[in-house]
T-cell receptor
């Protein structure tokens, strides 16, 4: 399994764009990059997944460079409700595969 | 929007007692999972279940743990003889496996059951 490294914590203000970078130097050819979000006392929630280049959905964008050794989750114009832990996961996009979580990045958004 | 539900939300038990945590996965999903999160620590995979059998389990999932899908809707986790270190939040998750959502392996988590072992 590819090891992931991401910042332990980040601070931001409302309305700012937040970029969380994850490094995964040992990513395998079949691996996808997936980000989950977890609010306090709740289960994790899928945000976005990508394999290469850029993926965008209604919540976030995911930027993946050509070498795929890192990825950046971009949250546009964060609000207080975006305060959560964000996890970067790397693994096969295969149904039934266990999700292996790291410690994640705790994002704190203040006004 | 369909969601995974779990009961109870909080379970307090004495060390050595058996507990059963219950989950109702999203109705058309085929894959089911249990994870746990000790307070302040990361989410840890316990077990995955497909086609009425365990497909993968972690080292944490020892003989004290068992899972069952007793009917077409419920998915349970049993801990036979609880230990103090079993105190954690237990999350059930499910996935469709069909790729109709964002990912073949997008897992939908329930709100969790907080297990406290005294």
């Amino acid at each position: 399994l590819a090891k992931t490294t991401q910042p332990i914590s980040m601070d931001s203000y409302e309305g700012q764009e937040v970029n969380i970078t994850c490094s995964h130097n040992n990513i395998a050819t079949n691996d996808y990059i997936t980000w989950y979000q977890q609010f306090p006392s709740q289960g994790p929630r899928f945000i976005i997944q990508g394999y290469k280049t850029k993926v965008t959905n209604e919540v976030a964008s995911l930027f993946i460079p050509a070498d795929r050794k890192s990825s950046t989750l971009s949250l546009p114009r964060v609000s207080l409700s975006d305060t959560a832990v964000y996890y970067c996961l790397v693994g096969e996009n295969q149904a039934g595969t266990a999700l292996i979580f790291g410690k994640g990045t705790t994002l704190s958004v203040s006004s | 929007e369909p969601e995974v539900t779990q009961t109870p939300s909080h379970q307090v038990t004495q060390m050595g007692q058996e507990v059963i945590l219950r989950c109702v996965p999203i109705s058309n999903h085929l894959y089911f999972y249990w994870y746990r999160q000790i307070l302040g620590q990361k989410v840890e995979f316990l077990v995955s279940f497909y086609n009425n059998e365990i497909s993968e389990k972690s080292e944490i999932f020892d003989d004290q743990f068992s899972v069952e899908r007793p009917d077409g809707s419920n998915f349970t986790l049993k801990i036979r003889s609880t230990k103090l270190e079993d105190s954690a939040m237990y999350f059930c998750a499910s996935s469709s496996g069909t790729g109709v959502t964002n990912s073949y392996n997008e897992q939908f988590f329930g709100p969790g059951t907080r297990l406290t072992v005294l």
